[in-house]
């Protein structure tokens, strides 16, 4: 029995999986748990980098009380985009900032004014965003360039928490293309656009492959946590890349896949970058995946919009159980308006339901007052988005999508899967809830040669989890809301 541990962060909570792989299955247990925001200090938004690896250390102590002495190695997936920068004797550098603090708007506007969207998409295979590492360390050099020049090495956010825990600087490959800087055709940092922005090249660590073992975890961790050192690896940093690789897909079958969580993220995958003027127009991007691929997706709001809006309830006084947020969508009557989730408004604004209300007024519709009108208004609004996405991947990839395979979190809401399911009118397969830390795991056992490669994994991941499948109903009111909501867009 293999056993493997695998911390999953992301942009709400962060998580630690014991996994055991007894060659034929995949045995998923949580060890700990811990929320993770974004916190607002001096101004900006900040990641609170130090209370992670707090928190991760304390996983690893909990997990070893529980009698898990003969873990072989751990690995790290996080969000996309955020970064650390360590000085000269390896020291970090402040907190790292979170993409949703507003310095990235002026970033992209700076960004644009050295190298044109078009550009930019043809280096990268990244839609132009304003949450792009490029964006974020345009605005620190404008802002505090004494940063950038303390500055030795960049670090993605899960090779810097790898480096806490060996001491080895690296950035993997998938999570490295989230960056805009990594350029597929060299299949290395863009030095081109780096000399562009003034970015040094030696701060950019190297770019390592999906599965480079890094190394022993430091005698100094060893010590603190009273462990035998346990190899650390450089699985596939990006949580999506992880995501993809743990769902159910057969070979051969015409599916989509969905990571579903703050931010839903649906596409194919390919086996070259589409870089064209329609995936560019469409806001599509192309990141690597777990295998030396690519990810042809496009990056979409997710459940924020409604974690947003139950954060303001909260705050109210008024706060709703997952029970109550599913009776109420039941119990609200359908298609009364529609937002488009993917504007930057709903990005990070103050108070998400305000942000929805002004909304409909904007665009001439009526205002929702409701919990019930509110959380329909998105779940419906999402999920006719996805149709919209689901009908362009299939024009660039002139393939036919019959399934969607949706992962994470996300899934546990019902509608989300149904609604996905009635607005595209295909079959969705949902499952695993924990994808992320499967593929994580996967990605670990790849490297320690348990597994072959991703189309066995994906065998065992079917053999070891269950899914459960929405058919497709109700298809004229999704039909014509679909129509109504194309013209609002
Ligand atoms: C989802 C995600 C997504 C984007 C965003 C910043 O967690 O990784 O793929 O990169 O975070």
Same mark, same amino acid.
């Given at each position: 029995?293999?056993?493997?541990w695998a911390f999953d962060l992301g942009a709400s909570n962060g998580r630690l999986m014991l996994t055991k792989f007894d060659g034929e299955r995949l045995h998923l247990e949580e060890i700990h748990r811990f929320s993770n925001h974004p916190v607002f200090l001096t101004n900006h938004y900040y990641w609170d980098i130090l209370r992670i690896f707090q928190e991760m250390k304390?996983?690893?102590?909990?997990?070893?009380?529980?009698?898990?002495?003969?873990?072989?190695?751990?690995?790290?997936?996080?969000?996309?985009?955020?970064?650390?920068?360590?000085?000269?004797?390896?020291?970090?550098?402040?907190?790292?900032?979170?993409?949703?603090?507003?310095?990235?708007?002026?970033?992209?506007?700076?960004?644009?004014?050295?190298?044109?969207?078009?550009?930019?998409?043809?280096?990268?295979?990244?839609?132009?965003?304003?949450?792009?590492?490029?964006?974020?360390?345009?605005?620190?050099?404008?802002?505090?360039?004494?940063?950038?020049?303390?500055?030795?090495?960049?670090?993605?956010?899960?090779?810097?928490?790898?480096?806490?825990?060996?001491?080895?600087?690296?950035?993997e490959y998938t999570i490295s293309t989230s960056t805009s800087m990594y350029n597929f055709g060299l299949k290395d940092w863009d030095k081109e656009l780096l000399d562009m922005f003034d970015i040094p090249h030696k701060m950019m660590a190297p770019v390592v492959q999906p599965g480079t073992i890094l190394g022993p975890t430091l005698a100094s961790i060893n010590k603190e946590?009273?462990?035998?050192?346990?190899?650390?690896?450089?699985?596939?940093?990006?949580?999506?890349?992880?995501?993809?690789?743990?769902?159910?897909?057969?070979?051969?079958?015409?599916?989509?896949?969905?990571?579903?969580?703050?931010? &839903?993220?649906?596409?194919?995958?390919?086996?070259?970058?589409?870089?064209?003027?329609?995936?560019?127009?469409?806001?599509?991007? !192309?990141?690597?995946?777990?295998?030396?691929?690519?990810?042809?997706?496009?990056?979409?709001?997710?459940?924020?919009?409604?974690?947003?809006?139950?954060?303001?309830?909260?705050?109210?006084?008024?706060?709703?159980?997952?029970?109550?947020?599913?009776?109420?969508?039941?119990?609200?009557?359908?298609?009364?308006?529609? &937002? !488009?989730?993917?504007?930057?408004?709903?990005?990070?604004?103050?108070?998400?339901?305000?942000?929805?209300?002004?909304?409909?007024?904007?665009?001439?519709?009526?205002?929702?007052?409701?919990?019930?009108?509110?959380?329909?208004?998105?779940? %419906?609004?999402?999920?006719?988005?996805?149709?919209?996405?689901?009908?362009?991947? %299939?024009?660039?990839?002139?393939?036919?999508?019959?399934?969607?395979?949706?992962?994470?979190?996300?899934?546990?809401? %019902?509608?989300?899967?149904?609604?996905?399911? !009635?607005?595209?009118?295909?079959?969705?397969?949902?499952?695993?809830?924990?994808?992320?830390?499967?593929?994580?795991?996967?990605?670990?056992?790849?490297?320690?040669?348990?597994?072959?490669?991703?189309?066995?994994?994906?065998?065992?991941?079917?053999?070891?989890?269950?899914?459960?499948?929405?058919?497709?109903?109700?298809?004229?009111?999704?039909?014509?809301?679909?129509?109504?909501?194309?013209?609002?867009?």
């Amino acid at each position: 029995m293999k056993k493997v541990w695998a911390f999953d962060l992301g942009a709400s909570n962060g998580r630690l999986m014991l996994t055991k792989f007894d060659g034929e299955r995949l045995h998923l247990e949580e060890i700990h748990r811990f929320s993770n925001h974004p916190v607002f200090l001096t101004n900006h938004y900040y990641w609170d980098i130090l209370r992670i690896f707090q928190e991760m250390k304390k996983g690893i102590s909990k997990s070893l009380k529980m009698g898990h002495k003969d873990v072989e190695s751990l690995a790290v997936d996080t969000w996309g985009v955020d970064f650390g920068l360590l000085s000269s004797s390896g020291e970090l550098l402040g907190n790292p900032y979170s993409y949703r603090d507003n310095q990235t708007f002026q970033g992209m506007e700076g960004v644009l004014k050295k190298i044109s969207k078009k550009d930019w998409f043809l280096r990268s295979g990244v839609e132009p965003s304003q949450i792009n590492t490029i964006c974020q360390l345009y605005a620190i050099k404008e802002r505090q360039p004494d940063l950038l020049e303390r500055a030795e090495t960049l670090l993605m956010t899960p090779n810097l928490i790898n480096y806490l825990f060996s001491g080895e600087k690296a950035n993997e490959y998938t999570i490295s293309t989230s960056t805009s800087m990594y350029n597929f055709g060299l299949k290395d940092w863009d030095k081109e656009l780096l000399d562009m922005f003034d970015i040094p090249h030696k701060m950019m660590a190297p770019v390592v492959q999906p599965g480079t073992i890094l190394g022993p975890t430091l005698a100094s961790i060893n010590k603190e946590l009273s462990m035998d050192p346990v190899q650390v690896i450089a699985g596939a940093g990006h949580d999506t890349a992880c995501a993809l690789a743990a769902l159910p897909i057969k070979q051969g079958e015409q599916a989509a896949f969905m990571s579903c969580g703050t931010w &839903i993220l649906l596409g194919v995958q390919v086996k070259e970058p589409v870089v064209t003027e329609d995936s560019l127009r469409w806001g599509f991007t !192309n990141e690597g995946t777990m295998d030396g691929e690519y990810r042809l997706l496009k990056n979409s709001m997710g459940l924020w919009l409604i974690q947003q809006s139950k954060a303001i309830w909260e705050k109210e006084g008024s706060s709703i159980s997952y029970q109550e947020e599913y009776e109420l969508v039941r119990d609200t009557k359908p298609f009364q308006r529609f &937002i !488009n989730p993917d504007t930057t408004d709903f990005l990070n604004p103050e108070n998400m339901p305000k942000q929805i209300q002004q909304y409909c007024q904007d665009t001439g519709q009526t205002v929702p007052t409701t919990k019930g009108e509110f959380l329909r208004c998105i779940l %419906e609004s999402l999920a006719l988005k996805y149709r919209w996405v689901l009908e362009r991947l %299939e024009q660039l990839t002139g393939k036919s999508l019959e399934v969607i395979h949706m992962g994470g979190g996300g899934i546990q809401n %019902e509608w989300l899967c149904q609604f996905t399911a !009635n607005a595209t009118q295909r079959r969705v397969v949902a499952g695993p809830i924990e994808v992320s830390s499967i593929g994580n795991s996967i990605g670990q056992l790849i490297a320690l040669g348990q597994i072959k490669d991703l189309a066995e994994a994906r065998e065992i991941v079917e053999r070891s989890f269950t899914t459960k499948v929405y058919e497709p109903e109700n298809q004229p009111e999704w039909q014509t809301a679909y129509e109504r909501f194309n013209e609002l867009i």
